[in-house]
């Protein structure tokens, strides 16, 4: 079944520690990206990635950092997560990125 | 920014009627999207209409777009109580000279098709 699958689905940390939020996809697709939902906000672009090694920052990058080693990989990470990034976080893929975008099951972020 | 507005930020209706959506944009665009959200879920393409385009449809579904006045409109046809869920336009803005670009959403619709 063609998905995009995140990890994990909920997440309560403390300030400063260090978390990974993976996605995965299975559709062979270039175009992969990172968003954040927060109420009355909609979706909000964190980083992009078009093709393996090549990423770039969205409308609200600061405090994250991504990687794109693999083609169906990638990785969200906060390196000191704060709580102002508690929200609702959702990963996508799409074949060229012009094209419609598949979403992960998103990631429930909660930073005390 | 070139965020899309939907306009009504929510809509309540009755099962039967039909519901429409409005979006806006700022800037030309290659394609705009629509996007369907169960509460807390992930979001589900509906429909793509493409900037040379001036109507499609899906189903129930019927989108509008009028790049001169850089709006496109959603309706949803015999609405069910199923279809209760949010509603997101988006976007897609290529860089100049290229086939990539980005995706920028809206801030959503929130229907609510009552029984």
């Known amino acids: 079944e063609a998905q995009v699958t995140q990890n994990p689905r909920y997440l309560i940390t403390v300030t400063g520690k260090k978390l990974t939020v993976t996605c995965s996809q299975n559709m062979n697709h270039e175009y992969m990206s990172w968003y954040r939902q927060d109420p009355g906000l909609g979706l909000r672009q964190i980083y992009y990635s078009m093709n393996v090694e090549v990423t770039d920052k969205g409308d609200v990058p600061e405090g994250y950092k991504v990687s794109r080693k693999e083609k169906r990989n990638f990785p969200l990470i906060l390196e000191s997560p704060s709580p102002n990034q508690t929200s609702l976080y959702f990963c996508?893929?799409?074949?060229?990125?012009?094209?419609?975008?598949?979403f992960g099951q998103g990631t429930r972020l909660t930073v005390v | 920014s070139q965020q899309g507005e939907e306009d009504p930020q929510a809509l309540s209706i009755q099962e039967g009627e039909n519901a429409t959506m409005n979006c806006s944009y700022k800037?030309?665009?290659?394609?705009l999207q629509w996007y369907r959200q169960n509460s807390g879920r992930g979001l589900v393409h509906l429909i793509l209409i493409r900037s040379n385009e001036r109507e499609k449809h899906s189903g129930r579904l019927r989108v509008t777009l009028d790049t001169s006045k850089k709006s496109s409109s959603l309706l949803i046809t015999a609405s069910r109580a199923a279809d209760t869920a949010s509603y997101f336009c988006?976007?897609?803005?290529?860089?100049?000279?290229?086939?990539?670009?980005?995706?920028?959403f809206g801030r959503g619709t929130q229907l609510t098709v009552w029984p």
């Open positions: 996508a893929s799409s074949l060229s990125g012009v094209d419609e975008a598949f």
């Open positions: 988006a976007s897609f803005l290529a860089d100049r000279g290229s086939t990539l670009g980005r995706l920028y």
């Open positions: 800037t030309s665009i290659n394609n």
